[in-house]
């Protein structure tokens, strides 16, 4: 990750606030409550999932920096509500599709033998989970 970016007190995002879709789903809004106060974003609905996708790599990288350091505070993780998986045998991948709790659905592109090596740390998970 990058650094050196302007990390003054009053650029810091205290909460979500609301997000609006444009009627023709064009445009989205993202209302933000800062220190210094509310800033709404604007993002061209084509923009919107690569800085999703940022956002999650960020997140990601966040949890996996802090998870190696003795005292951290582990992000939250999202409760996924639902999930369905499927064959593309074209591509020889299984496409995993997770639904969280607030409606929004992730794909992920597994290849095989990494959906196997899920498949028995899943399991494993599971028997520990019901001990």
């Known amino acids: 990750m990058a650094g ?8 810091v995002v205290s909460r979500f606030l609301y ?16 220190a210094n106060g509310p800033m709404t974003l604007r993002f061209a609905t084509e923009t919107l999932e690569e800085v999703t996708v940022k956002l999650n790599e960020i997140a ?6 802090t998870a190696t350091q003795p005292d951290h505070i582990a992000l939250r993780a999202s409760e ?41 740390e ?3 998970a599971i028997q520990s989970a019901n001990q």
Not at 4 to 11: E, Q, V
Not at 20 to 30: E, H, K
């Open 4 to 11: 050196g970016a302007d990390l003054r007190p009053g650029n």
């Open 19 to 34: 997000v609006s879709v444009g009627s023709d789903s064009s445009l989205i809004d993202l209302k933000l409550m800062l």
């Open 60 to 65: 990601a990288y966040l949890k996996t920096r």
């Open 80 to 120: 996924v509500v639902d999930v369905t998986v499927e064959a593309r045998a074209e591509s020889g991948k299984l496409i995993l599709l997770m639904r969280g709790s607030n409606n929004v659905a992730h794909q992920f592109a597994i290849p095989v033998e990494v959906a196997d090596r899920f498949r028995s």
């Open 122 to 124: 899943l399991e494993r």
